[in-house]
């Protein structure tokens, strides 16, 4: 990235001054509400991984702690966007997008797992549109190419 895209402290320092418009409020809640579910999902597969009976006790416990350690990047970037941090969109944003698939594999099970996948489905969409809103962006002080002041 040039340094034109890339704010520099005293841009951001700048940008923070004003009111934190409500879009990037909703979108930091939203990443911030899809980390909990993953910490939730990763502590309850990890306590049944140790105290159930699931077909591959090993299994169960690593993939409780990749789900635990999956869920910091939508807390971080939550987080980014609350303190209104540049950098915080494209994580926030790649979360999104790797939502969408999983989503997808949720609404084509036979299952309760449909509910899920519109959830999942729903959030994600809501949280891209409130990430490329140009309300959002100009909070967070990013400037498309060529927009250089």
């Known amino acids: 990235m040039s340094s034109e895209q890339n704010p520099t402290p005293d841009a951001e320092a700048a940008v923070a001054e004003g009111p934190r418009p409500r879009r990037?409020?909703?979108?930091?809640?939203?990443?911030?509400?899809?980390?909990?579910?993953?910490?939730?999902?990763?502590?309850?597969?990890?306590?049944?991984?140790?105290?159930?009976?699931?077909?591959?006790?090993?299994?169960?416990?690593?993939?409780?702690?990749?789900?635990?350690?999956?869920?910091?990047?939508?807390?971080?970037?939550?987080?980014?966007?609350?303190?209104?941090?540049?950098?915080?969109?494209?994580?926030?944003?790649?979360?999104?997008?790797?939502?969408?698939?999983?989503?997808?594999?949720?609404l084509k099970a036979d299952s309760m797992a449909i509910p899920a996948g519109i959830a999942l489905a729903v959030v994600a969409v809501a949280a891209l549109v409130l990430l490329v809103n140009g309300q959002t962006t100009r909070a967070l002080g990013i400037k498309g190419p060529g927009r250089a002041e």
Request: proline share 5%.
């Open 24 to 106: 990037l409020t909703y979108a930091a809640l939203l990443a911030a509400l899809e980390g909990i579910a993953l910490v939730a999902g990763g502590l309850w597969v990890f306590v049944r991984g140790l105290t159930g009976d699931p077909d591959g006790r090993q299994q169960a416990v690593t993939l409780g702690i990749t789900l635990v350690v999956l869920a910091l990047l939508p807390l971080l970037a939550a987080r980014g966007l609350l303190l209104r941090r540049s950098w915080s969109r494209g994580p926030a944003v790649i979360t999104q997008l790797m939502a969408l698939p999983i989503a997808y594999n949720l």
